[in-house]
């Protein structure tokens, strides 16, 4: 197989310091945990930010200043939320390409989300990928259900979005496909050939879904962002903590794990020298 690709998501966009004391909220927290994660292990580092209430934002000051604290320390390839929560506004989404990050979020469709939706219209989507199309941002495709797969696709078809396809498959929230080793089976069989994916599951399924995409030739996501326990009644003291584990969880399977540059050139990634350059 071919070495394995470890993304931390420290922060997100529904972890409060109430499900944990741990989870990263500043930009110089986000960036130290980013920069611990890429230590462990870690190639690709997913970044949301909160205002200085804690509350989601897109704000492209925030972002810049993780940006700019991360690339001082390491070259892991930063991909930053286009969604940052539920109700952010179509514009500020867009914005975020703004900043030419390396990577980028394409949330392929809506859905309910909890007790809330989660809007990304057809028209907007299409906006998003010309927009990323034009930066040369690399689109990490996210699935919730097996319908945004083929909601890309037809995105696609319009040439605003390129192969090779970079799927993230987040199973397990409430409205999305739950996250069960049938439905990662179905997802990945459900991908063009050629097309790289990860996956996560949310909460509890964390490590049952990480394992299963070490064992299928996958990726893997971890961090704060899907789940605060490192095991039952355990909370996690870090993001690394997480990396270290699925670092070990590979070495026993025969998985090695993959660089940033590694991941590049997988991902077929070119390094962007103007990422966080307004």
Known sequence: MEKMIITVAPT????????????????????????????????????????????NSL????YKEVI???????????NLTTAGGLKMSDEDRLRVCELNPEMAT????????GKDVFYNTPNFLEKLAAEMQSRHIKPEI???????????????KKELIHEPYHFQFVLGVPGGMP????????????I?????????????DQLTINTMSILLGGHVRVGMEDSVY???????????????RIVDLSNTLNREIATPDEARAMLKIPRNSNMGVK
């Not at 700019?68 to 930063?78: A, F, G, M, P």
């Open 12 to 55: 997100g966009a529904q972890t409060t310091r109430q499900h944990t004391p741990h989870v990263p909220l500043s930009p110089k927290e986000i960036a130290d945990s980013i920069y611990k994660s890429w230590q462990a292990g870690a190639a690709i580092g997913h970044v949301h930010v909160r205002d200085r209430d804690g509350n």
């Open 59 to 62: 704000d492209l000051d925030i």
């Open 142 to 156: 996210e699935i919730f259900d097996v319908g945004m797969i083929h909601n890309t696709l037809r995105i696609a």
């Open 106 to 113: 394409f949330d392929a469709g809506t859905m309910n989300f």
């Open 68 to 78: 700019d604290r991360v690339k001082s320390k390491c070259d892991i390839i930063l």
């Open 179 to 190: 996250a069960t080793p049938k439905n990662l089976m179905y997802l990945t069989e459900s």
């Open 192 to 204: 063009p050939a050629g097309s790289t994916w990860s996956a996560i599951g949310a909460s509890k």
């Open 230 to 244: 490192f095991k039952k009644g355990e909370l996690a003291e870090s993001n690394a903590q997480f990396v270290e």
